[in-house]
């Protein structure tokens, strides 16, 4: 079993940059797909990106492709998502999560465990 906790949201402008953070705790990180999920208020929670165990691969939604980069540390039990050029509309909740799978996932579904969120807010 793994604990994750979200960290680095918060209040940027348009055009602006965040780093989010995900320490996980309990089983090793590298033992689990990694990603990051968001939900805005009165939309549907969906798929942000996604890394492998190895950190060799990663698959983002085309909605944040070429702004938004995953990354892990395994050796600290971190995920990161930088998070570039953001627009009003990447203002949400974002979760990290975890997978199982030996694969990248991209349905919340298809992750076992996820955190409480950290919250980015995005003015124009």
């Known amino acids: 079993q793994v604990q994750l906790v979200e960290s680095g949201g918060g209040l940027v402008q348009a055009g602006g940059s965040l780093r989010l953070s995900c320490a996980a705790s309990g089983r090793a990180s590298s033992a689990y797909v990694m990603g990051w999920f968001r939900q805005a208020p009165g939309k549907e929670r969906e798929f942000v990106a996604a890394i492998s165990r190895s950190g060799f691969d990663t698959k983002y939604a085309d909605s944040v492709k070429g702004r938004f980069t995953i990354s892990r540390d395994n050796a600290r039990n971190t995920v990161y998502l930088q998070l570039n050029s953001l627009k009003p509309e990447d203002a949400a909740v974002y979760y990290c999560?975890?997978?199982?799978?030996?694969?990248?996932?991209?349905?919340?579904?298809?992750?076992?465990?996820w955190g409480q969120g950290t919250q980015v807010t995005v003015s124009s």
């Open positions: 999560v975890a997978s199982r799978s030996l694969y990248i996932r991209i349905m919340w579904g298809e992750y076992n465990y």
